[in-house]
């Protein structure tokens, strides 16, 4: 899998002010207990790339569902176990936007589920993979 790193930059210098990647992306990280990428369907088929509208891909620094890509700025809670909150630093491509916006990632069952900036619960999501589980694994 490709970072989206580089395409989200671009994105950000062309839309944009210029921007320095401290102030996209901050110190914190995902917990690695996320990092894969999930499909409300378990399935990689279909997946559209660089924007997942049926899955979610979350990697050390970022996060990318829908028409957005999302860079960890900070981290808010982690309590070790199931539930992750951060906020992330959220490209719209289809906005054409940039916007701080807090993200909370939640696991049960081997599943995951989201909320965006305090909106309803979205999921279950599951890791698109599990036989090809290290494959997807982004380190």
């Known amino acids: 899998m490709r970072s989206l790193l580089p395409l989200c930059t671009a994105l950000a210098l062309i839309y944009g002010t210029p921007l320095h990647a401290d102030e996209l992306i901050g110190p914190g990280e995902v917990p690695k207990r996320y990092f894969a990428l999930w499909t409300a369907d378990g399935s990689c088929d279909n997946q559209g790339k660089p924007f997942f509208l049926n899955g979610m891909l979350i990697s050390r620094k970022s996060i990318g569902f829908e028409k957005m890509t999302c860079f960890i700025s900070e981290a808010l809670s982690d309590n070790g176990g199931d539930t992750f ?43 698109c993979g599990p036989e090809r589980l290290n494959e997807h694994r982004l380190h």
């Open 85 to 127: 909150e951060a906020r992330f630093n959220c490209i719209n491509v289809e906005q054409n936007s940039m916007q701080p916006t807090p993200i909370q990632l939640r696991l049960a069952d081997d599943q995951l589920y989201f909320r965006v900036d305090n909106g309803p619960e979205q999921g279950p999501y599951r890791d």
